[in-house]
């Protein structure tokens, strides 16, 4: 697997997001790309029940990737800004059933991305409609870049494909999720994380962006134009032809 960007894409007014994602299939077809099967992400999240003595709250909250079909992604918060992530088998969600003494499932908030995936050269493409009970919450847009492992080596090919595929602006500032963040520690002391851009991407960073971008569902009504994080959404007007050669038979830059 290789560095994997996530890009919400703000919806135009007027605009469905069944009329969008067969917008963007087209254009991605036209430019050559295949398409390649389904994909889904999901995600639950359980709660952990009040305790004696007034713990923070834990939330635990369980992923599954259909890249990985064995697999079940789980990630501990805390309540004060830190995580813990681990990759179990699919016994894992078994036991999270048998714990309800210990945690609840606040299922009104169970959130999926699911849609068509694409190839294109080096790059993976992935459409996501993002839906919460069953209600449309926006669109997401997973990029993989095979032949890349680190995002500071490759970061202006994914942006650059990004901006051809979807005719619109991408920062040159790497993504939220590989940069420096704030945390607040057990003793109520901010600390900082690491930027992540120069580390060896893994597939639990992929699961950790797709719980960054649920949760930020989760809090907001649908995107439109005009306010998706990340992304200025003044359309520039590039030809498919400007992004023909991007990722076809290119290794790590």
């Known amino acids: 697997m290789g560095v994997t960007v996530l890009q919400p894409y703000p919806l135009p007014e007027g605009k469905s997001g069944a009329y969008i994602v067969d917008h963007l299939s087209k254009r991605l077809l036209s430019l ?13 999240t359980f709660i952990s029940t009040p305790q004696h003595g007034g713990a923070p709250s834990r939330a635990v909250h369980v992923l ?17 800004g830190k995580q813990v992530s681990l990759v179990a088998d699919n016994i894992f969600d078994l036991l ?5 003494a210990t ?17 294109y050269g080096d790059f993976v ?6 839906t919460m009970m069953e209600h449309f ?32 602006q991408v920062p040159k500032d790497y993504p939220n999720y590989f940069t420096t963040q704030t945390i607040m520690n057990a003793m109520g002391q901010q600390q900082l994380l690491h930027a992540k851009h120069n580390d060896l991407y893994e597939p639990m960073d992929t699961v950790k962006q797709y719980l960054e971008q649920f949760t930020n569902y989760r809090k907001h ?12 959404v003044q359309p520039i007007h590039m030809p498919p032809s400007s992004i023909a050669g991007v990722g ?6």
Request: proline share 2%; aromatic share 8%.
């Open 32 to 44: 050559g790309a295949t398409h390649a099967g389904q994909f889904l992400v999901d995600c639950e």
């Open 125 to 130: 493409i992935k459409l996501g409609s993002v």
């Open 248 to 253: 076809v038979g290119m290794g790590r830059p």
């Open 96 to 100: 999270m059933l048998k714990m309800t």
């Open 103 to 119: 945690f609840a499932s606040k299922k009104q908030t169970k959130i999926e991305s699911r849609g068509a995936r694409f190839e």
């Open 221 to 232: 009504v649908n995107v439109h134009v005009g306010g998706a994080a990340g992304v200025s």
């Open 64 to 80: 599954h990737n259909s890249e990985y079909p064995a697999s079940t992604f789980s990630i501990i918060d805390n309540g004060t």
């Open 137 to 168: 919450k926006g669109i997401l847009i997973e990029i993989e870049y095979k032949s890349c492992v680190i995002l500071s080596y490759c970061w202006e090919m994914i942006r650059e494909m990004l901006q051809g595929f979807l005719a619109m």
